[in-house]
Structure formats: structure tokens, C-alpha cells
């Protein structure tokens, strides 16, 4: 078939739909790897997709989705990474717990009542959010605002991003400014944290010193030489790789400066003389076995060893994360590249004969791969269409 980009859109959403079960949205058809289950991760992001372009059926499943995580939630507070709502099997993560568990939980219970007004529903999962961000809260360790993430710790399960990580803290954030949107007090120093997690995750030679987390890491860095956000910040070490989710969101939540823009726009133009065509792969650059961190990468995976370099979390061009990332983009007012990303996706599904829906393209073969009748994939392309239409 021939895709037009709206033939995609109207797939993703007939996808959706067909995850939707008396539980919540599965991540997927397909029953493998744990996949037909209810994520509070994936189930929430398509969750989301469906409340953003007011899709009542999906909206539903949302809540549903809520319902059933929060019925899971540890006595600790911690949301499940994953339920079957069959058997009643429950996990919080394998080889670790999972961070973003709880905060797309949040996430998605607030944006959840204000999109609907569903004030039954907000008082059965009020409690559960409450439980979710004190349980948060312990994971700064030392009370100064940011989560700590450990190995494998969100999404890219089987890559090594850990410590004070972009991706986990600014969700964070989200979710704390929606609990005080609903309930009219977050965190205490939220509007200070926000800046700080600014500044240093992409620091400028004209921060403010007394904000800066470490001096000599960043020192060692060196400040206005960044394209784009951090990925994750160590005790000694700002990690300058580009991971697309976290600055996705990030570009949800900050309006970027003028030259921020310009620097950001220079680095998808180096991405797409490497890639052939402006597609965002999920963190770049790859990880090869000359790598310093290849030790990390190459034994870390549950089923089998799937970071080959520019496969899965190692350079996978992810639609979910790219469509998220068009829809910042857009909302900086970058809305020509962000059509320049979509036009280049499905040019290259329509490369693709296979296409279904699968996780991520290879960086370099552009190929699809990964699990098939994903609705994360689908939750992307309908972000690409709101991008569209910012």
C-alpha cells in the first residue's frame, strides 16, 4: 500500500482501538514479551494520545487503564510497570524497578480529570497519585528535587542511561505541575526546580553559576557547546548524548531561546546528513563495541541481545518519541521541520513493504524492527498529526 501520511493517522487510531479491552489498552496485539498486558507506560501514552484528539472510546480506556494500576499499586507506592489483568500477575519492573512507571501514572490520572471534568474517577485515584509522588519523592535521596534513576530504570531498559536522567525528571515535573493545576499545590519550589532543571540540562555560558548541580563536571563539559538537552547527569559527569524522549518532552515543557533553536536545528541537520533523511533516532550517537560504555549495553537485556548499533534503544528511530518530538518542535514554533521528520516517516514506511506497526526502524538500514502492533507506534503518528496541526 501506498501511505499517505492521513491513511497512517486513520490506521493508528483503528489500532488503538483494537488494544481497548474491559481493563485498560494493551501495549500491543501480539502476546509476547509480556506485551498483551496492561503498561501503565505504553497504556498511558496511547491513553493520552486518544484524550488529546478527543477519541471518547479511547478516553475511556484510559480510564480503565488508571483503574486497573492503581488497583496494583505496591503498599510502598509504587505502580506497577506492567499487569496481566487475567492471571493477576504484577510486576514493578525485572532487573529493576521502573521510575517512569509512576510518573506517566501521574501523568495520565491529572490530565485524565482536566480533560474530562470526571470527578468520581479523580476521587478513586487521587489517593493512589498521593501514594505515587511521596513514593517519588524518596527517590531524590536527598531531598533537592531531582530523581535519581537507576541502570534500566525507565524505557530504555536495556541502555545505559542512569542517575539524575532528563527523560524521568522532566515527566516529573509534568505530572507535578498537573497535580498542582487539580489540586492548586505541588511540590514546594516547583517553578525554582523547573529553572534549575533548565539550566542544567542544557547550560549556557551565561547560567547563573549558583544554579549549576556540579561545577567541575560541567567544567570538564564545557557550557554553550551543547545542541540539544543532556541525556542524564552523574555525580561526575553530564552526559551529552541526545535522547529523542527526553528532549521531546522537554520541548513540551520550556520555550527554547532563539539561539537554542538555532543550535538544535544544526544538530537534525547532522542528524540527517548521517541518516540520509531527517528522522530521530531514540538516543544517538550509537553505541559501538569501542565505546566506553559497551560493558553496559551488551550483556543488559531480558529475552536476547537486541542493541545491536542502530537497532532498538541504540539508535532505533522510535515513532513514538519522534512524533512526541514533533510535537515540540511545534510548539517552539519549529513547525517546518517538524513537517520536513513526518513527510521523511512515511516516505519511509512506505519503503518498507513489512510495515506493521513496529517498534522502531534501524538508524542505518531504515528497516523496521521490534514487536509488531505497537501502540506506542501508533500513539506517535497521532502525535505527528497534532504536530501538524499546531
Known amino acids: ?47 493520552i494520545a486518544g484524550l488529546k484528539v478527543g477519541d471518547t472510546l479511547l478516553t ?16 510502598l507506592g509504587m505502580i506497577p510497570s506492567n499487569v496481566d489483568p487475567i492471571s493477576g500477575d504484577v510486576s514493578y519492573g525485572s532487573l529493576v524497578g521502573r521510575i517512569d512507571a509512576n510518573t506517566w501514572f501521574i501523568i495520565g490520572s491529572c490530565l485524565y480529570h482536566i480533560e474530562t471534568g470526571d470527578g468520581i474517577t479523580w476521587d478513586r485515584l487521587k489517593p493512589a497519585v498521593d501514594r505515587c509522588r511521596k513514593f517519588l519523592k524518596s527517590v531524590e535521596y536527598n531531598d533537592k528535587g531531582w530523581l535519581y534513576t537507576p541502570l534500566s530504570g525507565n524505557w ?3 541502555y545505559p542511561v542512569h542517575g539524575y536522567t532528563l ?3 522532566i515527566l516529573r ?15 514546594n519550589g516547583l517553578k525554582e526546580l523547573k529553572e534549575r ?3 542544567n540540562f542544557w547550560p549556557l555560558e551565561t547560567t547563573d553559576k549558583d544554579l549549576i548541580y556540579h561545577s567541575a563536571a560541567l567544567a570538564q563539559m564545557g557550557a554553550g557547546s551543547l545542541k540539544h538537552f543532556l541525556a542524564y547527569i552523574l555525580p561526575g559527569k553530564y552526559d551529552t548524548r541526545f535522547d529523542a524522549a527526553g528532549n521531546a518532552l522537554a520541548l513540551l515543557q520550556y520555550d527554547i531561546t532563539k539561539g537554542q533553536k538555532e543550535a538544535l536545528l544544526g544538530f537534525m ?6 541518516l540520509s533523511r531527517p528522522l530521530i533516532p531514540a538516543f544517538w550517537p550509537v553505541i559501538t563495541a569501542e565505546s566506553a560504555d559497551w560493558d553496559l549495553l551488551q550483556g543488559n537485556y531480558s529475552f536476547s541481545f537486541k542493541n545491536h548499533p542502530g537497532d532498538f534503544h541504540n539508535g532505533g528511530i522510535w515513532p513514538v518519541w519522534m512524533g512526541l518530538f514533533c510535537l515540540g518542535l511545534a510548539q517552539n514554533g519549529l513547525q517546518n521541520k517538524a513537517r520536513d521528520i513526518i513527510e521523511a516517516f512515511t516516505k519511509t514506511v512506505n519503503e518498507n513493504d513489512d510495515w506493521n506497526f513496529q517498534e522502531y526502524m534501524n538508524a542505518y538500514s531504515l528497516k523496521v524492527g521490534g514487536k509488531t502492533q505497537m501502540g506506542y507506534t501508533a500513539s506517535g503518528i497521532v502525535f505527528m498529526k497534532l504536530a501538524l496541526q499546531a
Open 167 to 169: 527523560y524521568d525528571n
Open 60 to 75: 475511556e480506556a484510559l480510564k480503565n487503564s488508571l483503574g486497573t494500576l492503581a488497583r496494583h499499586q505496591h503498599e
Open 269 to 274: 541537520d547532522d542528524l540527517t546528513s548521517e
Open 197 to 199: 532543571t533548565l539550566v
Open 1 to 47: 500500500m501506498n501511505y499517505t501520511f492521513e491513511n497512517l493517522y486513520e490506521e493508528s487510531i483503528g489500532l488503538l482501538h483494537r488494544l481497548i479491552t474491559p481493563h485498560g489498552l494493551l501495549a500491543s496485539t501480539v502476546e509476547e514479551d509480556n506485551y498483551k498486558r496492561i503498561w501503565a507506560r505504553d497504556s498511558v501514552v496511547c491513553g
Open 173 to 187: 515535573l509534568w505530572g507535578e505541575s498537573l497535580w498542582n493545576k487539580v489540586i492548586g499545590k505541588g511540590m
Open 156 to 158: 530504555a531498559d536495556e
